[in-house]
């Protein structure tokens, strides 16, 4: 299976963005990370296959949202109210089988290209 994310760009603080991932099949578990500069990969949020269970990390809870279509083997990252320590490049993840609804990089089987998230001040 192949990721694609898109829907990164500029935007500035308090202004929203969306972001799109699409899957070439069928995903479990998926997710969203993110790497800003200088900095080790984290967690951002993760649903399970079947949309009903999700998990967003503390920092962006309130303001991201993730969901997912399975009809269209799509994934989003919603996200508002952005702050510059948003800025980040954001990568969708997926697994081939079922695991946990959590932050466990290494039980994501597929990953996207990544896509660039900057927010100014």
């Known amino acids: 299976v192949q990721l694609q994310a898109s829907g990164g760009g500029l935007v500035q603080s308090g202004g929203s963005l969306s972001l799109s991932c699409a899957a070439s099949?069928?995903?479990?578990?998926a997710a969203w990370f993110r790497q800003a500069p200088g900095k080790e990969r984290e967690f951002v949020a993760a649903t399970s296959s079947s949309g009903l269970t999700k998990l967003h990390t503390e920092a962006v809870q309130g303001r991201f949202t993730i969901s997912r279509d399975n009809d269209k083997n799509m994934v989003y990252l919603q996200m508002t109210n952005l702050k510059p320590e948003d800025t980040a490049v954001y990568y969708c993840?997926?697994?081939?089988?079922?695991?946990?609804?959590?932050?466990?990089?290494?039980?994501?089987?597929?990953w996207g290209q990544g896509t660039q998230v900057t927010v100014s001040s």
């Open positions: 099949g069928r995903t479990d578990t």
């Open positions: 993840a997926a697994a081939s089988k079922f695991v946990p609804v959590r932050a466990r990089a290494t039980e994501y089987d597929f």
